[in-house]
């Protein structure tokens, strides 16, 4: 006599790993784009700080990159001739960048950015005279409307000659560095309630987004 299994037998198993997977599946996509964000977020902050090192060999100590240039090409500082000659200046020989692009902000018509295109799949968002960074672990998202701060893009800024208030320590004689806004009260809790300053959450970390990460990615 053959055995073998009904075809309801089939259908009831089959249904019961469509289950499990319906269950499990959200949890292993967002551990995959927790890791994705992770390990390129850190890339990003090692590549450019690696760079604008070996840019100050040619171009002299970062404090003073400022002051070389703005007066000359910045009467905006969110113009393409203010982006362009900083990237050309002190990043272009320095980062491994594929690719740029000028572009008005998608959420600000006001703002001009340039678009800074990695070969990992990522890319960042020159601002500010090239002192702001946004960091989108998706570089396809850079031209996309209403991007979410802490999820989409990460903050990061270029202030080595200090910022105002209790931002001056974080970011004189440094490089690129987590982005923090100035009524950052210097506690953990602190950076938890601005998303400006959940990069600096995530560095904290150890480039791990924490358990307690208040955005759900």
């Given at each position: ?63 003073y990159w ?70 989108f672990p ?16 990460f903050r ?62």
């Amino acid at each position: 006599m053959n055995k073998g299994f009904t075809l309801s037998e089939v259908l009831i198993t089959l249904g019961i790993i469509g289950i499990i997977a319906a269950m499990t599946l959200p949890a292993l996509i967002s551990n995959h784009n927790k890791k994705v964000i992770e390990t390129r977020l850190e890339a990003f902050y090692s590549i450019m700080n690696q760079g604008i090192l070996l840019s100050e060999s040619d171009n002299g100590d970062k404090k003073y990159w400022l002051e070389a240039y703005l007066k000359t090409y910045c009467s905006s500082q969110y113009s393409e001739s203010c982006l362009r000659h900083f990237y050309n200046i002190y990043l272009k020989k320095y980062v491994k960048i594929t690719n740029t692009e000028y572009i008005l902000d998608p959420d600000n018509k006001n703002v001009g950015m340039l678009l800074l295109y990695f070969a990992n799949g990522s890319g960042a968002k020159m601002g500010y005279s090239g002192r702001d960074y946004l960091f989108f672990p998706n570089a396809a998202k850079m031209k996309k409307n209403n991007n979410q701060d802490g999820k989409d893009y990460f903050r990061f800024g270029l202030y080595p000659a200090g910022a105002d208030g209790k931002r001056r320590t974080e970011f004189l004689n440094k490089g690129i560095e987590p982005y923090i806004t100035s009524d950052w009260d210097g506690t953990r809790e602190g950076l938890r309630k601005n998303k400006q300053n959940y990069t600096k959450l995530i560095q904290l970390n150890n480039w791990k987004i924490p358990d307690d990460y208040p955005i759900k990615l």
